[in-house]
């Protein structure tokens, strides 16, 4: 990742670059290690972070290699524990609204959209303040509303590159473990990332910075499902 100048040595330029890159890692893996006890969440931690380094229609394209690496890491590790029920009817209704996000990335004024981030984080940030209540498993969503939650979780993962934890709720009332939400939230998800990142790609969202810095996220999600494998039972 050093880019040499004419005498041979690392320009500050690129250490600079570098170190940001290090940090980057440690705090994504710090991100996902969480991430893989709470069900989600490391996109909370990472969307100011990269908003730091990218411009603000660039940090989803970012984001998505990371957690398209992570997802896939969590389908090789928890593959045995997907609700095969709630992807199927997530999924399909999921997919238009993907390209609908990603799309506004493109045309919305940036303002706008670092407005939308900003309201996105806060009202995940009202979470801490609702007392726990318990599962009542016989209170499952219907087919129809999961099939909103798969439209609504698709369109703000295409404009924001992460859903955060505000759909955890609805995978807990369907009494899931905590490996089965890690599992059917990552199965549910792949497939949005890799249609989001030809998204991206086809927007021009996508350059080497944002590459860069997608591959470092990547690692360091990878790095991180394998660790928290144990640590998670």
Known sequence: LLILDSNNAASPISRQMTSTLILIFIVSFLAFAI?????????????????????????????????????????????????WSIVKYFVPFALPAVWLGAWLLKYVNPIYLEIAMGIFLVSNFTFLFKKPKAINEADKPSHFTLSIIGFAAGFLSGLTGAVGLLFNRFYLR?????????ATRAANEIILHLIKLVLYFLLGLITMKVIYIGIVVAASAILSTWTMKGILQ
């Open 35 to 83: 991430s893989a006890i709470c069900g989600g969440g490391a996109g909370l931690i990472l969307i100011p972070i990269l908003g730091a380094l990218l411009p603000v229609s660039q940090i989803p394209a970012a984001l998505s290699i990371g957690t398209f690496s992570s997802s896939a890491s969590r389908l090789l590790v928890f593959r045995k524990n997907i609700s």
């Open 174 to 182: 369907y009494g899931l473990t905590k490996e089965e939400v890690i």
